[in-house]
């Protein structure tokens, strides 16, 4: 079945550096994947879309990289801010149109 | 409303009684799913809509839950003689199936207590 492992341990990442989280996935080539921020007591609000044929994506501070070999995403924030913490999500739409969420990192910017 | 609406926020019930949680997706969209989350966990599968019918239910544990979509709009989970394991928060999401994408909105949630 399809797999999707993001780093389960915290990340804290001082105010002002990049923050970059790890997605991947196993047993299937996905045609896309996305992104999703969730804070405490809500639901995942939708960030970023990157197809298998697109490298690299980025909207505002955020980047996000797509490797098929790999079966990798990288999730890039740029100058984070204090603002920036929450879980981040990663998702793949797998073949039988289920989309398959990975269980996030806890992201922590420290002022 | 804009967004996904689900109601009640919270739910907290005794362990065997019936439940009905219920999801309110943003107008116009066609697909709609049910999650379910666990403290530390992402959102986990239980049934996807397309329109009035359940094009996926694959996700659903066991014959305790059942999820209806009669006009193709407002949708109920309906969990039978809950357990305590059902304890979770139950997300739904709304989707407009463009495309080849599947941007989902979700709503903010209805956490389940079973005591």
């Known amino acids: 079945s399809q797999k999707i492992e993001q780093n389960s341990e915290a990340l804290n990442i001082q105010e002002g550096k990049t923050a970059t989280l790890t997605c991947n996935y196993t047993n299937y080539s996905p045609a896309y994947l996305q992104w999703y921020r969730q804070d405490p007591g809500r639901g995942p609000v939708f960030l970023l879309l990157i197809r298998e044929n697109e490298k690299e994506k980025r909207k505002e501070r955020l980047k996000v990289t797509f490797d098929t070999t790999l079966k990798q995403s990288l999730f890039h924030i740029t100058a984070s801010q204090p603002a920036d913490s929450a879980t981040y999500l990663c998702?793949?739409?797998?073949?039988?149109?289920?989309?398959?969420f990975g269980k996030g990192t806890r992201l922590h910017i420290l002022p | 409303g804009a967004g996904v609406s689900q109601t009640p926020s919270n739910k907290v019930t005794e362990k065997g009684k019936y439940v009905e949680l219920r999801c309110d997706p943003i107008?116009?969209?066609?697909?709609l799913y049910w999650y379910r989350q666990s403290l530390g966990q992402g959102p986990e599968f239980l049934i996807y809509?397309?329109?009035?019918?359940?094009?996926?239910d694959s996700g659903l544990p066991n014959d305790r839950f059942f999820a209806v979509r009669p006009e193709g709009s407002v949708s109920t989970l309906k969990i039978q003689r809950t357990e305590r394991g059902d304890s979770a928060v139950y997300l739904c999401?709304?989707?407009?199936?463009?495309?080849?994408?599947?941007?989902?909105?979700f709503g903010p949630g209805t956490r389940l207590t079973v005591l």
């Open positions: 809509f397309q329109g009035t019918g359940a094009a996926d």
């Open positions: 107008s116009g969209h066609t697909a």
């Open positions: 999401a709304s989707s407009s199936r463009q495309g080849e994408t599947d941007t989902q909105y």
């Open positions: 998702a793949v739409r797998g073949g039988d149109d289920k989309i398959i």
